[in-house]
């Protein structure tokens, strides 16, 4: 089945370490994004790419770095820069302009 | 500035009792709207695109309707199974990227 595989599902981290969340997707879609969920807030975007080898900040990329070097994945580095890095994050592809968002099912990032 | 607001933010149904959610939204131009469906701890489901006013879609107790302004997810007799946070997004024209997402609705059925 075609999907969107994010990993790990849960992921904890001290503080002061940067950590890497992994999105793969297998629906051959060209554009992929970085949501971040917190509670009472809607999904906010960090990142997205259009492309491979090209991506684009969104509304909150401070404190955050992405690589698109193959079209299947969307790797995204939370640095330590990152003031509040708790939260769900939610990886997600479509295929044109105007389609819906597939997402994957989140990684859970908790820094203590 | 795209804005997107959901109301209620939270609704408690009777299995049975119809009902809607609203979503409100502002901008320059409508490319669509989109409906999803989230389970806790899971990502969001796709349920509806709808493109213009006066665009009706359906699935099983699900119609999304859409106005100029707003647009509304009709529930007819819930079932336990359909409780989830139910999310509305919005595309502006001119935007070949960006999503604006309300905080949601959380919708809980009682058996």
């Known amino acids: 089945d075609g999907g969107i595989t994010q990993s790990p599902k849960y992921l904890f981290r001290k503080e002061g370490q940067n950590v890497t969340l992994s999105c793969e997707q297998n629906l051959n879609h060209d554009a992929m994004y970085w949501y971040r969920q917190d509670p009472g807030q809607g999904l906010r975007l960090i990142y997205y790419?259009?492309?491979?080898?090209?991506?684009q900040k969104g509304d909150i990329a401070e404190g955050y770095s992405v690589s698109r070097e193959k079209k299947e994945s969307f790797p995204l580095t939370v640095t330590s820069a990152q003031k509040n890095p708790t939260a769900f994050y939610l990886c997600a592809s479509r295929d044109r302009v105007d389609s819906p968002l597939h997402f994957g099912n989140g990684t859970r990032l908790t820094v203590t | 500035e795209d804005q997107v607001t959901q109301s209620p933010e939270a609704l408690r149904l009777q299995e049975g009792e119809s009902s809607s959610l609203n979503c409100s939204y502002t901008?320059?131009?409508?490319?669509?709207l989109f409906w999803y469906r989230q389970d806790p701890g899971k990502g969001p489901e796709f349920l509806f695109t709808l493109y213009s006013a006066g665009e009706e879609k359906e699935k099983e107790r699900l119609k999304a309707t859409l106005t100029k302004k707003e647009s509304f997810l009709h529930i007819t007799a819930p079932k336990p199974e359909d409780s989830a946070t139910y999310l509305c997004a919005v595309q502006a024209t001119g935007s070949n990227y960006k999503l604006t997402f309300g905080k949601g609705t959380l919708l809980t059925v009682n058996p």
């Open positions: 790419s259009q492309i491979v080898n090209d991506f």
């Open positions: 901008v320059s131009g409508l490319r669509g």
